[in-house]
């Protein structure tokens, strides 16, 4: 069975860091884009970012680029976010999600991870 | 990279067809056939209804159906079912190798 877990969510003063981290299991981790979704509470969901399975390729939305980096270690069966000066705008549940194999669209999402930016 | 446009909100009737739209641009719904849809119940992940524009999981009834036309995606629930309220997503692929979701639509049964 495909399982996703998010974790590494906590409150962050703007400005600053976190790591959130998607550990996979129930399929072969390396064969998979992963996908950052978040979403604010109460509003809508947002793409972030994603890996390709051999981590030779990635991609971000406007809204993270250059503060955000996607990475992974098909070793550990984990895809990691690292955000960087963090801002309120970023407060947000942070979702990860498999790409279907071979398809555009999210087949397995994880429960989410929530991230607080405030002083 | 702008959000797809969606109605705020859908309402109808059990028993009833509704319908979602979901508009972007040639850059993204009109560049390709990677339109997909998601339910979103409160509290819990987005799960996918309709992917490819018009082809459904294993495990979706077959009663939520999509469509697309120019630049503008649609998702039809046929036969309204209480269980069927809730929030909804698209999300289409982009031509910078991005994905952008819609505003997100909320489906009222009557």
């Known amino acids: 069975e495909v399982h996703l877990v998010e974790s590494g969510g906590d409150l962050v003063q703007p400005g600053g860091s976190l790591r959130l981290s998607c550990g996979a299991s129930?399929?072969?981790?390396?064969?998979?884009?992963v996908h950052w979704v978040r979403q604010t509470p109460g509003k809508g969901l947002v793409w972030v970012a994603r890996?390709?399975?051999?981590?030779?390729?990635?991609n971000y939305a406007d809204s993270v680029k250059g503060r955000f980096t996607v990475s992974r270690d098909n070793a550990k069966n984990t895809v990691y976010l690292q955000m960087n000066s963090l801002r309120d705008e970023d407060t947000a549940v942070y979702y990860c999600?498999?790409?279907?194999?071979?398809?555009?669209?999210?087949?397995?999402w994880g429960q989410g991870t929530l991230v607080t930016v405030s002083s | 990279q702008s959000a797809l446009t969606q109605p705020a909100s859908v309402s109808g009737s059990p028993g009833q067809s509704i319908t979602i739209s979901c508009t972007g641009t040639?850059?993204?719904?009109?560049?390709?056939?990677?339109v997909s849809w998601y339910q979103q119940h409160p509290g819990k992940a987005p799960k996918v209804m309709i992917y490819?524009?018009?082809n459904r999981p294993s495990g979706v009834s077959n009663r939520f159906s999509g469509s697309k036309s120019g630049n503008t995606a649609s998702l039809t629930i046929s036969g309204l079912q209480a269980e069927d309220e809730s929030d909804y997503y698209c999300?289409?692929?982009?031509?910078?190798?991005?994905?952008?979701f819609g505003t997100g639509t909320k489906v009222t049964v009557l």
């Open positions: 999600a498999r790409g279907a194999y071979h398809l555009y669209y999210l087949d397995y």
């Open positions: 129930g399929f072969t981790f390396s064969s998979y884009w």
């Open positions: 890996i390709k399975g051999d981590e030779r390729s990635m």
């Open positions: 040639s850059s993204d719904v009109g560049a390709y056939n990677y």
């Open positions: 490819d524009v018009n």
């Open positions: 999300i289409s692929y982009t031509t910078s190798s991005t994905y952008v």
